[in-house]
């Protein structure tokens, strides 16, 4: 699958941003996703991800302000990011992982766990 992440932009503190990630193929249902994030010098980090049936994980970071969601009919993931810190600022990448179990309901929060990558888009909060 490929995986074009688009969406990011400058925008101030408390403001709002809708990250998409269109997917080529025709078994988007069949991955698991999920959204990235990395600043240079640190880690990726998993801001959020969901599973082949809708179940979600949020970072604790992100927790209330970020919601996650999938459209298979479109093969589309979208971030909506709401009150945005100056500390949401980083490139964010979305992920694609091959399912590992007929568990549908599983989602994966490693980077180690996932298949495929977009390119990422940088998202800048000023404050």
């Known amino acids: 699958v490929q995986l074009q992440a688009s969406g990011g932009g400058l925008v101030q503190a408390g403001g709002s941003l809708r990250l998409s990630c269109a997917a080529s193929g025709r078994t988007f249902r069949d991955y698991a996703m999920g959204w990235f994030r990395q600043v240079p010098g640190k880690e990726r980090e998993i801001v959020a991800a969901i599973s082949r049936s809708g179940s979600t994980y949020y970072a604790d970071s992100v927790k209330g302000r970020f919601s996650l969601s999938r459209d298979n009919a479109k093969n589309t993931l979208s971030l909506q990011i709401n009150s945005l810190k100056p500390e949401d600022t980083a490139v964010y990448y979305c992920?694609?992982?091959?399912?590992?179990?007929?568990?549908?309901?599983?989602?994966?929060?490693?980077?180690?766990?996932?298949?495929?990558w977009g390119q990422g888009t940088l998202v800048t909060v000023s404050s």
């Open positions: 992920a694609a992982a091959r399912p590992r179990t007929v568990y549908r309901g599983t989602y994966y929060v490693n980077p180690s766990e996932y298949d495929y």
